[in-house]
């Protein structure tokens, strides 16, 4: 699949791409052989399995997306306290 993703990533650069995003790769391997070998910068996805974000960056990439994760759990903490205000005697 590595091969078939940098084919894409020399079409789309040859199409005038200015990156080149690759959600779910999360194995260091493939993603530092990406890096290497892809014509444009390359975008990850931050999963819970991915390497941290300072290992990613050694690697060879050049942004990583954190996708809906922060605002899906900011939105869970807002949720869990809206739930105990209102089963608090006097909503406090």
């Known amino acids: ?14 199409a005038g791409a200015k990156g080149f995003f690759a959600p779910g790769l999360v194995d260091e391997k493939l993603i530092g052989r990406l890096c290497e070998a ?6 990850v996805l931050a999963l819970p399995t991915s390497p941290q974000s300072s290992r ?14 922060p605002w899906r759990r900011a939105m869970a903490f807002l949720e869990e306290a809206a739930a105990e205000a209102l089963a608090a005697p006097n909503g406090a």
């Open 1 to 14: 699949m590595l091969d078939d993703a940098l084919a894409r990533a020399h079409a789309y650069g040859a």
């Open 56 to 69: 990613l960056a050694e690697l060879g990439v050049a942004r990583i997306s954190y996708g809906p994760g």
């Open 38 to 43: 892809s014509p444009l910068p390359v975008n």
